[in-house]
């Protein structure tokens, strides 16, 4: 038992190690840490070339005074204060700072995935490139029960990108695995289009986010792109999906929320997973 402790801190304050300074921590089970804050001010405490791989999953500035379907349900598209509507400049301002961050604390041979909708994916594309990033795919993920457009004035919204990069740099060997996700195609090489359903309400059991990633989506993204005990980082942990798929994987994980209601709701999720 006390040896299992000690072993427990030393990988603590392996991770603990990545960071430049002394940084607050919200919240830390094993090699699960989550940070409560900006993540424009917190990503600069990481020290450089520290993480394996980084998932994304940034506001997409859409919120405003439209209206959607949830559930069979007429619902506002006001999400969340922080998804308001922001101009053109201040957005794509915006994304190229947070990735600039996410360039420097990066691996050399790590990646780094972003999803998004049309509202910021081609911000995001071109923050990559500006930011000295290479795209390698266009992963679409496609939803199977989207909910159907209410206006009727446009197609059924029922797609949603995720851009997979890795550094420009000609040396930068980055990791794929492309057998393991060959398996998961039944043997066949696995294609950039992704089928799931919406979240499942087995995911929701512990609280509600208002843009909560699958499961399998990010389960995907994670077999893809890292082995076990790599370390990653989501500097939108949302209601920390990216966590839960990195703990049911053995991979370590950093979560950073600005909102301390996400970072509680993670901890529920993470503590009630039954299956770590
Ligand atoms: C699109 S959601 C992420 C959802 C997440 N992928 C999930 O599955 O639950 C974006 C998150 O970023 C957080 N956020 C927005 N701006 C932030 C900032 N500057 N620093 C840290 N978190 C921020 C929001 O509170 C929100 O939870």
Redesign the pocket.
Known sequence: MVEKEEMLKKQSSQIIDIFNKKVRIYYNQKDFFLLLG???KLLKNFKEKSVDMIFA????FLSGNGISCSGGKMVSVKKAI?DEKIDVVTKHKFNKKWIAECKRILKDSGTIWISGTMHNIYSIGQALEENGFKIINNITWKKLNPPPNISCRAFTHSTETVLWAKKDLRKAKYKFNYDVMKKINNGKQMKDVWETSLVKPSEKKYGK?P???TLKLLEYIILASTDENDLILD????????GIAARKLKRKYIG????QD?LNLTIRRYENEKKF
């Open positions: 900006d993540s424009f999953d940034p506001p997409y922080w986010h843009t909560q990633k500097p939108f942990n949302g209601s920390g999906t990216t950073i929320d600005k909102e996400y």
